[in-house]
């Protein structure tokens, strides 16, 4: 945008006075300018907007216009250059109007050559000027886009935060993942906001330190989207260059992150594998052996406790309850097995169809009395739905399932079972959704791990089973849960059979 150096300044006259405008271009035609002339403000608005100009000075009285009039068309027709007003009689009210309206100066005739020619050099340092500042933030803003375009058309996630964690700067990819638009996102603290709450002292620490001066480190931490759910991020935390003092609202680090959810998820999943493949072999055995004299030790408790019962001395029900106890806690043990072996060696399936919303009804009615005593509603959307698969394993699925809502829901609250089929899909869905305590966000991933439990009489298998039973159907099972609103279980099952 800056003129070729070896241009000539180009000086405009727009004055009726011939005389003058002649005596103006005797006094800057040697000092290296090329001057046109004009006689009307319609003439010299056409040349100012045919070709230009640096500098023009313009009679306040032309004919057909006046000068200060003239002013806003010639500053548009050359938004670089500087306009000088002439005129013979001055008044501090026209002075002060003409500059407000943009002329570089007011000069008033008869002028003195020398101050002339030290006011039109002025107004062309100051055309200059205003040039170079023109090209510098056109150069600005074009390095400004392409550092936008890098960062918005980005696959990470990048977010500018100031001191006090408020954000700046949110990516598209960010507004993709999370579901929230940038004016959901700027000007409020990315914390809150981003992370869940049982994670955000951890982050916090990570980002202070960063901003302390500790060398910029990697974390990984799970992401607030906007439907509740959440997603696991590995985020790189940099401090901004620190070329200027940072103000409270300036940029200070910026946070990078990649969206690791499904990379994990597969990671936990081959390890999950092996660490089964690996206990299948040996203790599957072992279960097995264990289970032939358990089986018999049940047999011989219950024998027992007929013995007892014909006892008639006051001795007989403590010896009963006892023996009740040890039966209760073997045919725990027994399940533990069946469960642990299910998983560790799986029996092949059956393949028919199965009346979905039968088996769901069943299981239901099974836990009505358990649901009741809690105190807790369960409520069935059942409609009717089919499968193809192997009824006794959904129905453990579901089972499973309806448990686990049941032992995390307290009083009061609401379990619901509902299974549905629309026609254009394939698949029949059951959801199992209660009002419960929720998973925290942290062990969310760990639910289905075989043994992981939270609850002092748990096996930790039911999810691992759930799962596999679900797969090997070709179905999928979905989990979302939020931690005192409560736990949703979708699966979605092959209504006409692809099992494996
Ligand atoms: N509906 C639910 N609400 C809250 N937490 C649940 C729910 N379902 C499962 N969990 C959590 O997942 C863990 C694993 O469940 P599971 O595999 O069935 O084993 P277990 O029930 O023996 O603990 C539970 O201990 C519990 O912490
Ligand atoms: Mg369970």
């Known amino acids: 945008m800056t003129p070729p150096p070896d241009r000539r300044p180009q000086l405009l006259i727009v004055d009726d006075n011939r005389d003058l405008a002649e ?3 005797d006094i800057f035609e040697p000092r290296g300018f090329a001057v046109r002339f004009t006689p009307s403000a319609r003439e010299g608005l056409a040349l100012a907007r045919a070709e230009g100009f640096d500098l023009a000075m ?12 003239l002013l806003p068309a010639l500053r548009d027709a050359s938004p670089l250059g500087e306009v ?24 008033v005739k ?25 090209a510098l933030a056109q150069q600005l803003a074009a390095s400004e886009r392409r550092y936008r375009d890098v960062v918005e058309s980005s696959k990470v996630l990048v977010l500018g935060i100031d001191t006090r964690g408020i954000m700046h700067l949110f990516n598209r990819r960010a507004a993709e993942l999370t579901g929230l638009t940038p004016e959901e996102a700027l000007g409020r603290p990315a914390l809150d906001l981003l992370i869940p709450a049982d994670s955000r002292e951890r982050v916090q ?16 931490a799970p992401l607030l989207i906007k ?62 052996e264990v289970r032939n004299p358990l089986n018999a030790a049940l047999l011989q408790l219950h024998l027992l406790g007929r013995g007892i019962a014909k006892v008639t001395t006051e001795e007989r029900d403590p010896l009963l309850g006892r023996a009740r106890i040890v039966e209760a806690e073997l045919k725990r043990l027994e399940r533990l097995l069946s469960d642990f072996l299910e998983l560790a060696r799986p029996r092949p399936m059956a393949r028919e169809p199965i009346d979905l919303a039968g088996l769901l009804d069943e299981v239901a009615s099974f836990q009505e009395p358990a649901a009741a005593a809690a105190g807790v509603t369960l409520v069935r959307r059942i409609a009717v739905s089919r499968a193809v698969g192997d009824r006794e394993r959904l129905k453990q699925v579901f089972h499973n399932l309806l448990v686990n809502a049941l032992e995390a829901t307290p009083q009061g609250g609401v379990v619901t079972v509902s299974c549905h089929r629309s026609a254009d899909e394939p698949d029949a869905t059951v959801v199992i959704s209660d009002t419960g305590r929720g998973i925290p966000s942290g062990t969310l991933e760990r639910v289905f791990e075989p043994f992981f439990t939270t609850k002092e009489a748990g096996t930790g298998l039911g999810l691992s089973i759930v799962r596999q039973i679900v797969e090997r159907h ?15 279980v979708t699966l979605s099952l092959p209504a006409t059979g692809r099992s494996h």
Do not use: C
Not at 474 to 488: H, K, Q, V
């Open 474 to 488: 070709g179905g999928a099972i979905d989990l979302e849960s939020a931690e005192g609103r409560g736990t949703r």
């Open 58 to 69: 313009v009679d306040v009285n032309l004919p057909d216009a006046s000068g200060a009039d």
């Open 227 to 288: 439907d509740g759910r959440s997603r696991t991020v590995r985020w790189h935390v940099v401090v901004a260059s620190a070329e200027r003092p940072t103000a409270s609202d300036e940029i200070a680090a910026y946070a990078v992150g990649t969206d690791v959810t499904d990379r994990r998820a597969l990671e936990r999943r081959a390890a999950e594998a092996e660490a089964l493949a690996h206990m299948g072999t040996l203790a599957a055995g072992l279960a097995h």
């Open 110 to 134: 008869p002028f003195k050559v020398d101050e002339l020619v030290a006011t039109v050099e002025a107004a062309l340092r100051q055309g200059t000027l205003r040039r170079e500042r023109e």
């Open 84 to 107: 000088v007003l002439i005129t013979g009689h001055a008044t501090l009210d026209s002075a002060v109007a003409a500059v407000r309206g943009g002329a570089f100066q007011y000069v």
């Open 205 to 220: 620490n990570h980002v202070r330190a960063t901003l302390a001066g500790a060398p910029p480190g990697e974390f990984e």
């Open 23 to 25: 005596n103006l271009q």
